[in-house]
């Protein structure tokens, strides 16, 4: 293929797949600033304009509470979320459609609407309570990260310190109890040891909804070249993220280099904004771009996400990688600031010589099969 076929080769490819981002979140801004989906704003990374654009037809928006925020509160914080959710899907219902299915993911792709789908980020929001995951469910969850930065009472966490050597039995509970509903299970942010614990108790494949490969960036948050493999072993799927310190092992070693500035930026945020995490992620994205333009950071490719395809591809199989951007939720790099630049991980892909199936599998295709694998898991 020549070089100047390829970008409507891309198009054309791109806006007849089923495009799936499995990790968005979006959620923070609809909840705290009361965010209209509908109107394009450049301060964030999402909305309806650049969803469609961008050519994406299905999104899991991420009801995700911060590690501080336990107990009851952190059950009402995701309720919050889901609630400003489903009235944005209601308000804009020519544009979204809620999906609880594979079923209906396709309908509202026949219906020309995106397809809004719900993941609870942090398995501390259901305050051990399995009635709660339940209820979660009923109203359109259709995964739970078992963890965010820090261990729950029955799950480790890849950035905190081991407090049980993986999943306890009630986790193990969690764990059968999600396959029971139909919940994909996320492994996204869990500790090594809870990875594995995981894979050898549930009966349906696992994802890691927002995580890229460890051999290229060794943060925890990433997966080793052996874990892929295991997670391909079970018929899951790794969705690589977007976030410069997992994409780029020198954006990561210099942001270590300037924790201390870091962590005086989000003391006074914290400050500024108080419980409003959509102001402050936004203002976290605005000192990464800034620092990378005085070059106290480096300046991050978009390329490196197809780096990171490329990669967990050769390891495990077109069949097990998809995509999750982790957008208005992390730091994004140059080229892929917003949902509208989706289309260009189509033309990566080509120019590396990817074949047109194996493009439409990693877009949204092997999502849509982990899906419709844990739910036929669910119902049987």
């Known amino acids: ?47 309806i304009p650049r969803l469609r654009e961008g050519g994406i037809g299905a999104v899991f928006f991420a009801l995700w509470v911060p590690v501080e925020v336990t107990g009851s509160a952190a059950t009402q914080r995701a309720r919050g979320l889901l609630d400003a959710t ?17 079923e209906e993911v396709r309908t509202a792709r026949t219906q020309n609407k995106i397809a ?36 729950t009472e029955w799950a480790d966490s890849s950035n905190d310190a081991p407090r049980h050597n993986g999943l ?28 594995y614990d995981v894979l050898e108790t549930s009966r349906a494949p696992v994802i890691a909804s927002h995580s890229c490969c460890r ?22 799927v790794i969705h690589i993220t977007f976030h410069n310190s997992f994409l780029s092992q020198e954006y990561a070693n210099a942001s270590r280099a300037l924790a201390a500035e870091n962590d005086s930026r989000e003391e006074a945020a914290e400050e500024e904004f108080g419980e409003n995490e959509a ?70 892909l080509l120019r590396r010589g990817y074949g047109e199936a194996d493009i439409r599998k990693i877009l949204g295709e092997n999502t849509l099969r982990v899906l419709t694998d844990a739910e036929r898991i669910g119902s049987s």
């Open 1 to 47: 293929m020549r070089a100047d076929e390829i970008s409507a080769r891309a198009r054309e490819i791109h806006f007849s797949s089923l495009v799936f981002d499995t990790h968005a979140d979006t959620p923070q801004r609809l909840f705290f600033d009361h965010f209209d989906l509908a109107t394009r704003d450049a301060e964030g990374c999402v909305d």
């Open 86 to 102: 489903l009235k944005q899907i209601e308000i804009h219902q020519s544009d979204l459609a809620l999906a609880t299915s594979t």
């Open 116 to 151: 809004v789908l719900l993941g609870i980020e942090g398995g501390h929001a259901i305050n051990d309570d399995l009635a709660v995951l339940r209820e979660f469910q009923s109203r359109g969850a259709r995964y739970m990260t078992l963890t965010h930065n820090a261990a």
């Open 168 to 195: 306890t039995d009630f986790g193990k509970q969690v764990i059968r109890e999600m396959n029971r509903l139909g919940m994909l299970v996320d492994i996204s942010h869990v500790s090594d040891s809870t990875f």
């Open 215 to 236: 051999a290229l960036c060794d943060a925890p948050r990433n997966l080793d070249d052996g874990m892929i493999k295991a997670l391909a072993s079970r018929g899951g």
């Open 279 to 348: 102001r402050k992620l936004i203002a976290g994205q605005r000192w990464s771009d800034e620092s990378v333009r005085a070059g106290k950071l480096p300046r991050v490719s978009w390329e490196k996400i197809i780096d990171h395809i490329d990669h967990a591809a050769r390891i495990a199989g077109a069949d097990h990688v998809g995509i999750g951007s982790d957008f208005d939720g992390a730091f994004m790099p140059a080229g892929m600031e917003d949902a509208s630049k989706f289309p260009r991980l189509t033309e990566g």
